[in-house]
């Protein structure tokens, strides 16, 4: 028989067990929320860096007219390093353009390194080159104390050789279609010698062909680089896969700066140090 004397505890106890389930639950609705508001960040996070990337900016030629900026891209996830170059010929902005895209992409894995402007002066005053400055795809592997193009590709050939680059693209326009006009490049990707670039190469023709309709701007892959480029260098003297990008500049702007972003693009997710 239980008394009323018995009865208070028993009341207590459970009125304490009540308001003990009570806040418990609270508690757990609070981090119910709390783990949706963490996925719905991750989410929201697609697409952006998923590791912390530290920039550096570095001086070509410093101090010299002729001066131009490399600009590294480091993720702390290790991982190959990727040169794009873009701006070697001055009269042709649209690889300029496309190598620029580069410095809005986030870098997943290892270094991307881009030159978006290598013969900055030439770019100013939209020529292939100037004079005094002479032709810097044929002036690899350069020299300190050379001509401004010896100097300029000097300076991208120790910062090949520092970062260990994995994979050298370069961006230019060719004046016409090769389909067209089989003495332009337009059009065109011009890998290394090697099985690796070449079949590479054949992969960025195939995906960008499938977004491109008309027969004369369809892309082809050609022999080898030129004797004395960026990528001619990088291929056969560091002996890594390499390619030289060429759109036809018998086209408007946009599109050649999209489809030399598009194929680098194929290129350089193809290590891995950027998303697809």
């Known amino acids: 028989m239980i008394t009323n004397f018995d009865k208070k505890p028993i009341l207590w106890i459970s009125v304490l067990f009540s308001i003990i389930i009570f806040f418990t639950g609270c508690g757990t609705v609070g981090n119910q929320s709390s783990s949706s508001s963490s996925q719905d960040s991750q989410t929201a996070q697609v697409g952006q860096p998923r590791a912390e990337v530290k ?9 010299t007219p002729y001066t ?35 410095m809005e992409i986030p870098v997943l894995r290892g270094k991307l390194i881009v030159i978006p402007r290598a ?9 292939r080159t100037l004079p005094e400055i002479e032709d810097l795809n044929r002036a690899y592997p350069g020299k300190s104390d050379g001509t401004p193009a010896e100097r300029l590709t000097y300076d991208i050939v120790q910062l090949m050789k520092k970062y260990q680059v994995a994979m050298v693209l370069d961006l230019h326009e060719g004046y016409a279609f090769n389909a067209v006009d089989s003495k332009s490049v337009g059009e065109t990707i011009l890998p290394g010698t090697d ?10 023709v195939e995906h960008i062909n499938k977004q491109i309709t008309e027969a004369k701007k369809k ?20 002996k890594v896969p390499a390619f030289t990008v060429e759109t036809s500049s018998d086209q408007p702007l946009e ?9 680098a693009k194929f290129l350089v997710s193809s290590q891995g140090v950027i998303d697809k």
């Not at 099985?195 to 960025?204: F, G, Q, W």
């Not at 680089?225 to 990088?234: C, K, L, R």
């Open 68 to 102: 131009s900026k490399a600009y590294i891209y480091e993720s702390v996830i290790e991982g190959p390093t990727v040169m794009v170059v873009g701006g070697i010929h001055g009269n042709e902005p649209a690889g300029s353009l496309a190598a620029s895209k580069f």
């Open 219 to 238: 892309f082809s892959v050609l022999a080898n680089p030129i004797v004395g480029s960026t990528v001619h260098y990088a291929n056969t003297v560091l």
């Open 119 to 127: 013969n900055n002066v030439a770019l100013d005053a939209n020529e």
């Open 195 to 204: 099985d690796t670039s070449a079949l590479l190469a054949m992969d960025a």
């Open 55 to 63: 920039k550096t900016v570095v001086e070509l030629v410093p101090g």
């Open 255 to 263: 599109d050649r700066v999209n489809f030399s972003f598009e194929i």
